[in-house]
């Protein structure tokens, strides 16, 4: 494999982030060894792979089914944020779409093994979702490209949602505490949703994609966080009263950091602005699952 040709790889993955997507999976599955008991080294190492694997093939298929209109792209910005080198590597031509449709296929079936090495029902729920959110992603990525409602975000966004939720059931059922998390996290995603969507508006106008600031404008992206991020304060209350003391004060902190995204989004006037709020939605993200974490073991 050449050099340009794993840059290429590095890229359609996001490959820095790789870390991420494991302890927010294993948030939810630490969140369930004080109610189902079951904890083990071995459960959590392959609860992370299933995460690393199975969020990799939600960015491919991602860049899959948008790699005609991702090729319009005139702003750079946020693709550097996400991507290592900067690039799009299936309209760039660093990866051609059938490779990418192999790659996605190969990531989907080894994670869809992993998953039915877990006791039933378990490996039913986590199949399911991860079904579910292929599904969502795709959904996602085509309704916003003819669309007069928020129908493709408000939908869309359940398959992020749902990926902690996922991790708690690796181990525990459908419970009060399953559906916490999710009232917990889906207005946090939505407000994320916002800020991405935020910056990249001359790309999206470019692509003639109905994203949020093409529906409701900047003014009215900006209360799209605003009131999603007032709903995810309402949630953590709910969401609180099942953790521990190191995941409250976690929360507590994390909530901080998300005012504060709050308010350089609402002071902003240009993406450059804006692009100062993501690290700190991603910062609030990983305080929040980190001390979820944390607190099984202090």
């Known amino acids: 494999?050449?050099?340009?040709?794993?840059?290429?790889?590095?890229?359609?993955?996001?490959?820095?982030?790789?870390?991420?997507?494991?302890?927010?999976?294993?948030?939810?599955?630490?969140?369930s060894f004080p109610r189902y008991g079951g904890f083990s080294?071995?459960?959590?190492?392959?609860?992370?792979?299933?995460?690393?694997?199975?969020?990799?093939?939600?960015?491919?298929?991602?860049?899959?089914?948008?790699?005609?209109?991702?090729?319009?792209?005139?702003?750079?910005?946020?693709t550097k944020y996400w991507r290592p080198f900067g690039t799009r590597p299936i309209p760039s031509g660093g990866i051609t779409p059938s490779t990418a449709l192999l790659f996605f296929?190969?990531?989907?079936?080894?994670?869809?093994?992993?998953?039915?090495?877990?006791p039933y029902p378990n490996s039913l729920y986590v199949l399911g979702i991860m079904a579910y959110s292929y599904l969502m992603e795709y959904f996602y990525q085509v309704k916003k490209r003819d669309q007069e409602a928020p129908l493709a975000q408000l939908l869309g966004r359940t398959d992020f949602t749902l990926f902690p939720v996922a991790g708690y059931l690796i181990n525990g059922h459908p419970d009060y505490v399953a559906l916490l998390y999710f009232l917990f996290f889906y207005p946090f995603a939505q407000a994320h949703l916002g800020a991405n969507d935020i910056i990249d508006t001359e790309n999206d106008?470019?692509?003639d994609l109905k994203t949020i600031p093409l529906l409701f404008g900047i003014k009215g992206t900006k209360s799209w966080i605003h009131v999603f991020s007032l709903l995810h304060l309402v949630g953590a209350y709910l969401f609180i009263d099942v953790q521990g003391t190191v995941a409250r004060y976690g929360i507590i902190a994390?909530?901080?950091?998300?005012?504060?995204?709050?308010?350089?989004?609402?002071?902003?006037?240009?993406?450059?602005?804006?692009?100062?709020?993501?690290?700190?939605?991603?910062?609030?993200?990983?305080?929040?699952?980190?001390?979820?974490?944390?607190?099984?073991?202090?």
């Open 1 to 31: 494999m050449s050099f340009d040709t794993l840059k290429a790889y590095l890229d359609l993955t996001r490959l820095h982030f790789f870390m991420v997507w494991p302890l927010l999976f294993c948030s939810g599955l630490f969140l």
């Open 205 to 207: 106008e470019a692509r």
């Open 254 to 298: 994390g909530l901080l950091v998300l005012t504060g995204a709050n308010i350089l989004v609402r002071r902003g006037k240009t993406p450059a602005d804006w692009m100062k709020a993501l690290p700190l939605f991603h910062m609030t993200m990983l305080v929040y699952i980190v001390s979820m974490i944390a607190d099984y073991f202090i």
């Open 41 to 78: 080294w071995t459960l959590v190492g392959k609860a992370a792979l299933i995460a690393f694997l199975g969020f990799e093939a939600g960015f491919v298929l991602n860049d899959y089914v948008d790699r005609e209109v991702d090729g319009r792209d005139v702003d750079a910005k946020l």
């Open 105 to 118: 296929g190969v990531l989907v079936t080894t994670t869809s093994a992993l998953i039915l090495t877990l």
